[in-house]
């Protein structure tokens, strides 16, 4: 635990060494945390670490078997206790829209959670139509809620929780499978509700770089808590430096692993944490281990995901880096026929649903050993272009290659060709990791010998060998992802398709996957087409193309894309003050328009040599105290929001 300060002694939830077990296995153990009112509390965690079991008693719908819950002032020891305060209590489960009804329209949905709770006809008037506001669904009020995207899901569940005004909210991973856009008009909408309605709330994620949004943050692994505090203090814990090493090859790689243990692949470079808080000491030990190699190293501070991925590791040390026996089965991926410089060739792909049209004229390539990037806002014809490439859906027009095969045509050749993981869990639940690893080396047609070689493969690059007789469906999430990757890889794919491959997955199972990725592009020549809605790993792909509305916007490579950014726009900068909220209202009246609040600090974008004193100017004639204005390097997050929103209101 880390010293932050505890909330006062009038928390909003109190929680005491509290115990839940199923089966006799701790899920949750022994966890105790203060929650302040009107605190924006965030817990961080894998997939399996306890948080979802936690925030089900803090609502009231899980009873414990051990410690003390206090909730709003009342001690909850009964299911009578849990129902005496509900209604004053708002619950979010984890998933897109499970909280709703899918054949019901927004309004409708609404209205029912209204009745539910027992909302006045008198005041549910005024909180939907202010609610649906605020939200912008407001002109979408009559369309079936499963015909919504994944982040107007999100908002519409928000909405059905807040419309009873609870003084607790409680949202489990409510931005997970969430496009970029979505996400930031979550983030900028929870804060105003929160102080609008004087809330508390208790918020997970799986996104690291969501915890600058919180006032304090708790770090859980394996039902218990690593570190909690404020989110900038929590990485200073960290004594140590991170260094990236650019264009690692495979020997570089595993002298590094040697040097300093576990090594993050990204892309076609790497990068180890080094026991020094010294960035020239940090590179010093890292040239000494290469022996002198002419590596460009790019040292920086340890960020809070640095810090959780430490944690794990050292209680968890198996399975944390990529295994660097892997490239010992030697068998090349079956690419014979597939032309040496194009893997993936769409040329006018379009495909139309009734009047719909979901992908309209994409045209793109890609090469072998390529890490490409498939970006969009939800809805935006990704997962339509990945399934007419892979002979799933067929086109209404335009054409496309793979791995050398007609897409139109070559449906059995392109299968074996192929490897694809859907954004849905593909594999069979209630089979073990070993029957499901020998099931699909059958569909794939390998037997005896190979089929064993293969699949002893799969498992040591999955890091799955604890865990070959637990049934599929029992994984957290990222190891369901390992072994998911690893029956699409049985039969050597030259090219491999991932749907969103890393929603919901921990920062630890992303840099596992990240490193078996970027291993079988820069080692095996794969070819890797992926969609993902976190931005992080959209900046370790070569090269990206943004679709809008099903049609291709741009194409280049993150630095490209961030160059041409810059050009149009101007610099980053980020403001640090008091009242953030204040001090934005203050910067768009002086012409500031694009400024966001992200977080305890503002980002705005200024090709003005005088931003900085203007902005300065505009704080202090608002008696308001700039702490910091600073340029910050571009990331892609900040990329990805303001080009959609940029086409969004051109298309507006």
Request: charged share 25%.
């Amino acid at each position: 635990m880390s010293a932050a300060a505890a909330p006062p002694d009038d928390a909003a939830v109190r929680v005491d060494g509290l115990v839940k077990r199923y089966r006799r296995r701790p899920a949750v153990n022994g966890v105790s945390l203060r929650i302040a009112r009107g605190e924006l509390y965030g817990l961080v965690g894998p997939d399996g670490a306890g948080k979802s079991s936690l925030f089900k008693a803090v609502a009231g719908v899980l009873s414990f078997e051990g410690g003390t819950l206090d909730v709003l002032g009342c001690r909850i020891a009964s299911e009578r206790d849990a129902e005496r305060i509900k209604q004053r209590i708002g619950f979010m489960p984890q998933g897109l829209g499970l909280n709703l009804y899918p054949e019901l329209s927004i309004e409708e949905n609404i209205d029912f959670f209204a009745d539910l709770r027992g909302v006045r006809a008198a005041d549910l008037a005024e909180r939907k139509a202010r609610l649906l506001d605020m939200t912008r669904l407001a002109a979408f009020r009559t369309r079936p809620m499963k015909q919504l995207s994944g982040g107007m899901k999100q908002k519409l569940g928000l909405v059905c929780t807040l419309i009873h005004e609870p003084e607790l909210i409680v949202l489990d991973e409510p931005t997970t499978g969430v496009d970029p856009v979505s996400r930031r008009d979550f983030w900028q909408l929870l804060p105003d509700l929160m102080r609008e309605r004087r809330m508390t709330a208790l918020v997970s994620t799986a996104y690291l770089d969501e915890a600058s949004r919180f006032d304090r943050v708790g770090l859980m692994y394996d039902g218990a808590l690593l570190a909690e505090g404020a989110p900038e203090s929590l990485a200073d814990a960290l004594a140590a430096t991170v260094v990236g090493v650019a264009d690692a090859d495979a020997d570089a790689i595993a002298t590094l692993a040697r040097a300093f243990g576990a090594v993050d692949r990204h892309g076609a470079h790497a990068s180890v944490l080094v026991p020094t808080r010294d960035p020239m000491q940090a590179q010093a030990q890292v040239r000494g281990a290469l022996g002198g190699r002419a590596l460009s190293l790019h040292p920086r501070a340890p960020q809070l995901e640095d810090l959780f991925v430490a944690r794990v590791r050292a209680l968890a040390p198996a399975g944390s880096a990529l295994p660097l026996s892997a490239a010992a089965d030697g068998r090349a991926p079956t690419g014979a026929g597939m032309p040496a410089d194009c893997a993936i060739e769409a040329t006018e792909l379009t495909r139309d649903f009734d009047r719909f049209r979901a992908a309209d004229r994409v045209s793109f390539r890609v090469a072998p050993g390529e890490i490409f990037g498939l970006l969009g806002a939800n809805g935006a014809g990704k997962t339509t272009v990945i399934k007419m490439l892979t002979g799933i859906l067929p086109p209404t027009g335009g054409v496309g290659q793979v791995a050398g095969a007609d897409m139109r045509h070559a449906s059995r050749e392109l299968r074996q060709r192929i490897g694809y993981m859907s954004q849905a869990f593909s594999l069979y639940a209630d089979l073990s990791v070993r029957e499901n690893v020998m099931l699909y080396a059958g569909v794939y047609g390998l037997r005896g010998r190979a089929a064993r070689e293969r699949a002893a493969w799969v498992i040591e690059l999955g890091s799955l060998g604890a865990h070959l007789d637990d049934t599929a469906g029992s994984l957290p999430m990222g190891l369901r992802q390992r072994l998911a990757l690893g029956c699409a890889l049985l039969h050597a794919p030259p090219v491999l398709f991932l749907d969103e491959p890393t929603s919901g997955v921990d920062p630890l199972g992303r840099r596992h996957f990240w490193n078996i990725l970027s291993w079988l592009a820069r080692e095996q020549r794969v070819a890797i087409l992926l969609t993902t809605h976190h931005m992080a790993e959209a900046e370790l792909c070569d090269r990206l193309v943004l679709m809008f509305d099903g049609r291709v916007v741009a194409d280049a490579s993150p630095a490209q894309m961030k160059q041409a950014l810059q050009q149009r726009a101007g610099h980053l900068l980020e403001v640090r003050c008091d009242a953030p909220q204040h001090a934005l209202a203050a910067l768009r009246e002086a012409g500031f328009v694009d400024a966001s609040v992200q977080g305890r600090a503002l980002r705005l974008m200024s090709a003005a040599p005088d931003a900085a004193e203007r902005i300065g100017a505009a704080l202090r004639a608002r008696q308001i105290t700039p702490h910091s204005i600073a340029a910050r390097e571009l990331d892609m997050e900040e990329v990805f929001v303001r080009q959609v929103v940029q086409l969004q209101e051109a298309r507006a």
